[in-house]
Nanobody, 124 residues
Framework: RVRLRESRGGAVTSGGSLTLSCEVS????????IGWFRKAPGKEREGVAY????????TYADSAKERFTVSRDNAQNTVYLLIDSLKPDDTAIYYC?????????????????WGPGTQVTVSS
């Protein structure tokens, strides 16, 4: 069974950057399409970025296109999410998940296995 574990979240001040990690185990990472999502307090979980198995295709939510970069290192079984110019509105729990189908969609319903999440808190 696929297991995912997010890490490297934290508390940062506005304008800073973070690179979140999503470690894959129990399956060959290079066969998986991975999405990044976030859930802010009082809001629905939303997709922010998607990456295809070999990293050739990425898609982003409109809110993430300018400051978010998704990448992966299959040799390390890890997918990354770089967030630049962090804002207080980026405060959320960030999750990675495996896609049921590799369509590039960021619809939450199309994702199967989820990690427990990592907290990102941005102060002004």
């Amino acid at each position: 069974r696929v297991r995912l574990r997010e890490s490297r979240g934290g508390a940062v001040t506005s304008g800073g950057s973070l690179t979140l990690s999503c470690e894959v185990s129990g399956y060959t990472a290079s066969a998986l399409c991975i999405g990044w999502f976030r859930k802010a307090p009082g809001k629905e979980r939303e997709g922010v970025a998607y990456i295809s198995p070999r990293g050739k295709i990425t898609t982003y939510a409109d809110s993430a296109k300018e400051r978010f970069t998704v990448s992966r290192d299959n040799a390390q079984n890890t997918v990354y999410l770089l967030i630049d110019s962090l804002k207080p509105d980026d405060t959320a729990i960030y999750y990675c998940a495996t896609a049921r189908l590799c369509t590039g969609s960021l619809s939450v319903d199309l994702y199967v296995d989820w990690g427990p999440g990592t907290q990102v808190t941005v102060s002004s």
